[in-house]
């Protein structure tokens, strides 16, 4: 497995949950920083959240105090739990792996993207 493999994303109602997972390659996992980023229609492709080998995490304005990310080292597994969904957080959301995280900044590893996977927020 060379690249992430996104999973978890659906149709939800406003106000509605959904856990997002990432299966990463597995390749030195443990000490890669993690992202997720998400693209809306017809909009430019934006990070959300990232978390450092080390548990450090960093968050867009925009979802702060709603999502989470977290890591599970043993499964290989990056995780986005999204609570409070509005209709704005619709997009594609893709998985990160290897990115550069230093000093609160996250740059993404043009490397290793996922395909990518479909979140829809009825209002």
């Known amino acids: 497995q060379v690249q992430p493999v996104e999973s978890g994303g659906g149709l939800v109602q406003a106000g509605g949950s959904l856990r997002l997972s990432c299966v990463a390659s597995?390749?030195?996992?443990?000490?890669?920083?993690m992202g997720w980023y998400r693209q809306p229609p017809g909009k430019q492709r934006e990070l959300v959240a990232a978390i450092h080998m080390g548990g450090g995490t960093k968050y867009a304005d925009s979802v702060k105090g709603r999502f989470t990310i977290s890591r599970d080292n043993a499964k290989n597994t990056v995780y986005l739990q999204m609570n409070s969904l509005k209709a704005e957080d619709t997009a594609v959301y893709y998985c990160?792996?290897?990115?550069?995280?230093?000093?609160?900044?996250?740059?993404?590893?043009?490397?290793?993207w996922g395909r990518g996977t479909q979140v829809t927020v009825s209002s």
């Open positions: 597995g390749r030195g996992f443990s000490r890669n920083a």
């Open positions: 990160n792996e290897g990115g550069i995280f230093n000093s609160g900044t996250y740059i993404a590893n043009v490397r290793s």
